[in-house]
């Protein structure tokens, strides 16, 4: 396993079927003032045309200066009886500045037997220092990836928290009013969310409302332009996320993503939610 460092020309990344719904997933955060301390735990199912493909589970606990992410996900159902796939990924940074500031962030993946890594190091927002595995081959149509884009990013679990910034209501537009850049290690791309709706939501260990965004998947570098799957999830206007609140903070979770894809409709949706506020401060440790 190799390490790039940032004052090293960046290697090209590949594109990869299935980032735009990671990257949906892991949705950008704005954060604020500090706020009373909360956690967040929730399993979710995957699923195309009501067919099971996979389970996932996602835990955030954050304080008024740091919060730490950690998720996993499996094939499951009929996925099982052709492929095997299962991962691991987490996520440390601050809130600071009024935002969530990643500094660490990793990815470990199998699938069919092969192994897959990521490790992000960043710092002020910035990619500084990165690993990928295995060695990614470089294509003529390919996007490079420069530093210039590398700024103010932010990683795939530290984006799948959006921060409702001021004191206003959450469950409101304002959760929907951004464009979130994020970094996967492979993939540089937006997304773009808009407020649609709000609606009543509920599942086991929480009835509640969901504010419903609409988004549009941006790539901007580290693509293939000519890729089909590419030009189809840019075109794709039928991606959704439905965000409630965790207890105690300012932060939207994911409770619903819904993407249309070439053989039907993706949903990822939670089975089971917990979420609560903290008098005292969660134990979550900034990293350094």
Not at 257 to 263: F, K, N, R
Request: proline content about 6%.
């Amino acid at each position: 396993m190799t390490t790039t460092p940032m004052t090293a020309p960046l290697p090209r990344f590949r594109h990869r079927a299935g980032a735009a719904m990671v990257g949906l997933l892991m949705a950008a955060g704005l954060a604020g003032p500090a706020w009373a301390d909360g956690q967040f735990n929730a399993k979710y199912v995957l699923s195309i045309g009501g067919v099971e493909l996979g389970r996932g589970s996602i835990k955030v606990e954050a304080g008024d200066q740091a919060y730490e992410i950690s998720g996993s996900a499996r094939v499951t159902g009929v996925l099982r009886a052709v492929s095997s796939g299962k991962g691991v990924a987490a996520s440390r940074g601050t809130i600071s500045g009024g935002k969530l500031v990643p500094k660490v962030y990793a990815l470990n993946a199998e699938a069919d037997g092969k192994a897959e890594t990521a490790r992000l190091a960043m710092a002020s927002g910035a990619l500084k220092e990165m690993q990928v595995e295995p060695p990614l081959k470089p294509a003529a149509d390919r996007v490079p990836i420069e530093q210039a884009v590398l700024q103010n990013i932010l990683d795939p679990m530290s984006g799948a928290f959006v921060y409702v910034p001021g004191t206003g209501d959450m469950l409101s537009a304002a959760a929907c009013s951004r464009s979130i850049p994020v970094f996967d290690g492979r993939q540089r791309y937006d997304l773009v969310l808009t407020y649609q709706r709000t609606e009543t939501v509920k599942v086991d260990g929480y009835a509640g409302s969901a504010v419903v965004c609409s988004v549009r998947y941006q790539p901007v570098a580290g693509h293939r332009p000519t890729r089909y799957t590419v030009k189809y999830m840019v075109d794709n206007k039928d991606i959704y996320v439905w965000l409630v609140p965790i207890a105690g903070t300012r932060l939207m979770a994911p409770f619903r993503v819904s993407v249309a894809t070439m053989i039907g409709t993706a949903l990822l949706e939670a089975t089971s939610l917990e979420t609560e506020a903290k008098a005292g401060t969660v134990p979550v440790n900034a990293p350094r």
